[in-house]
């Protein structure tokens, strides 16, 4: 006698219910992540039916592209199936460099950036991080991109940061990390878009911060949650 069948209308939510229940376990954010994500994994390979809702979960929150292995994997599995890039909602690229890797470990760059932006076309939070400089042919090829991000992320203030901040005129959100040189004047233009929220990531104290902390909050347009 077989036992009591769960109808299948349930299973997507059931999937997410998992999915979302190991990220409140108040557990380190990385480990969070890796069991999170190998659930979803072997969702994704229980059966056909399964599969879409798993990715749907698996590709929507893309944290911390730090190598161009693991960016160039990325972009190839999103290049097998255009539908998984319609996924991402958040993305981490980062060129950090780690001491427990191997040696002239090849880091992400900003090419493979924007060719991973190129096949996540509704993708809402961009956390960029690079040591070299965009080129004017990098913003031409961003600014091509039919991209509405409303959150916008520097983990490290770049002498790019005007520049890089009107390229999206949906952003709502932004959070900024504090750097040792200080930014260029704001632009006389005020930026195409207007900011809810400004967060400034920083371990300074509030004296020091309001003498580091040069972005001019007249051009970001800010409504509230500035500051001081």
Same mark, same amino acid.
């Given at each position: 006698?077989s036992?009591?069948v769960v ?8 999937i ?18 890796r ?21 749907? /979960?698996l ?14 994997? $990325?972009?190839?599995? /999103?290049r097998?199936?255009?539908? /998984? ?8 690229i ?7 890797w191997p ?5 992400v ?9 190129? /096949?996540?076309?509704?993708v ?17 090829r ?19 940061f ?30 195409? $878009? ?7 990531v ?18 970001l ?8």
């Amino acid at each position: 006698m077989s036992g009591p069948v769960v109808p299948f209308e349930l299973h997507p939510g059931i999937i997410e219910w998992v999915y979302r229940s190991h990220w409140h376990q108040g557990l380190h954010r990385d480990y969070v992540a890796r069991c999170a994500y190998a659930t979803l994994s072997a969702c994704s390979l229980v059966c056909k039916a399964w599969r879409p809702v798993a990715q749907c /979960l698996l590709f929507r929150r893309i944290p911390r592209l730090l190598t161009a292995y693991q960016a160039l994997r $990325f972009i190839a599995s /999103l290049r097998s199936n255009q539908r /998984l890039g319609t996924h991402v909602r958040s993305l981490q690229i980062l060129e950090l460099t780690r001491t427990d890797w191997p040696k002239r470990t090849p880091l992400v760059n900003i090419e493979h950036a924007i060719s991973i932006l190129e /096949l996540c076309p509704q993708v809402l939070d961009i956390c960029l991080l690079f040591s070299a400089k965009f080129t004017s042919y990098d913003f031409f090829r961003i600014r091509s991109l039919d991209l509405h991000p409303t959150r916008l992320q520097f983990l490290i203030m770049t002498p790019q940061f005007y520049e890089i901040a009107s390229l999206w005129p949906t952003v709502r959100f932004m959070t900024c990390g504090e750097d040792d040189d200080p930014l260029p004047s704001a632009p006389t233009q005020p930026a195409p $878009f207007t900011l809810e929220s400004l967060q400034v990531v920083t371990s300074l104290p509030q004296a020091d911060l309001r003498r580091t902390m040069t972005v001019d909050r007249s051009y970001l347009g800010l409504r509230r949650n500035a500051p001081p």
